[in-house]
Each structure stands twice: as structure tokens, then as C-alpha cells.
């Protein structure tokens, strides 16, 4: 039972949780709480757990499976794409940041730094 967009599905699935990981860890813009962090990089481990389930459970054929042995993998496969979910939900909905008010926090600070050196030079 291949679907003609499960491919792109799975994709997507494998990929948006890496993607998203990277954002809240590395936002210059917004600085996350610790626990989403760690959270969105379990987020992205689990993601990558469910597109490999996915893709292996395109064929059942090639893997040999009993009907029940496919099923629980398929049933595995639904309960981590609703862990991923619900932890992405869980932290878009707990906004747990501080926004910077600098915009880009590495060019700014060797702004500051050359400025008071050029200050103290004279």
C-alpha cells in the first residue's frame, strides 16, 4: 500500500525535525530554554527514527514480515510521528525564549569591541 505522496510525505517527515532542531538551537534572534532544546534535539532523533521505520515499511515483501510483525512496526511508526508532533506543538506553544534585541549578535559584539578599542586608542 504505497500512496503516491508517501515518499514526499516521508521526506519531509525525516527532514522538518532536523530543521527544526537547528532553529531553536541555533536562532540568533531568539535564545530557547534549555529544556527545548533538548527537547527538539530528541524531536529530531525521533524523526529520523520514524523516516527510517517509514521507508523500510514501504515494501513489507522484502522484509519477511508475519502480518502482526508488520503491524507493530506500522503501529510504532504512528505512535513516533505523534511523539514528534505533539513535542513540536509543545514547544511552538510555550514560546520558551527571550527574543536578543541586537539583530545579529556575532557582528554586533566585534561592532561594540572595535569601537572601545578605538575609543581607549585615543
Known amino acids: 500500500m504505497i500512496f503516491a505522496n508517501e515518499r514526499l510525505i516521508l521526506l519531509i517527515g525525516l527532514i522538518f525535525p532536523v530543521l527544526f532542531a537547528g532553529f531553536v538551537c541555533f536562532d540568533p534572534r531568539r535564545v530557547y530554554a534549555r529544556w527545548a532544546k533538548a527537547a527538539s534535539i530528541v524531536v529530531a532523533m525521533v524523526g529520523l527514527a520514524w523516516g527510517a521505520l517509514g521507508f523500510l515499511l514501504m515494501d513489507p515483501h522484502t522484509l519477511h514480515l508475519t502480518r502482526h510483525a508488520y503491524s507493530m512496526l506500522d503501529a510504532l511508526k504512528h505512535v513516533l510521528s505523534g ?20 539583530g545579529n549578535p556575532p557582528a554586533d559584539f566585534l561592532l561594540q569591541f572595535f569601537r572601545s578599542r578605538e575609543k581607549g586608542d585615543k
Open 83 to 102: 511523539v514528534v508532533l505533539g513535542v513540536i506543538f509543545s514547544i511552538l506553544m510555550a514560546r520558551p525564549y527571550q527574543k536578543t534585541s541586537i
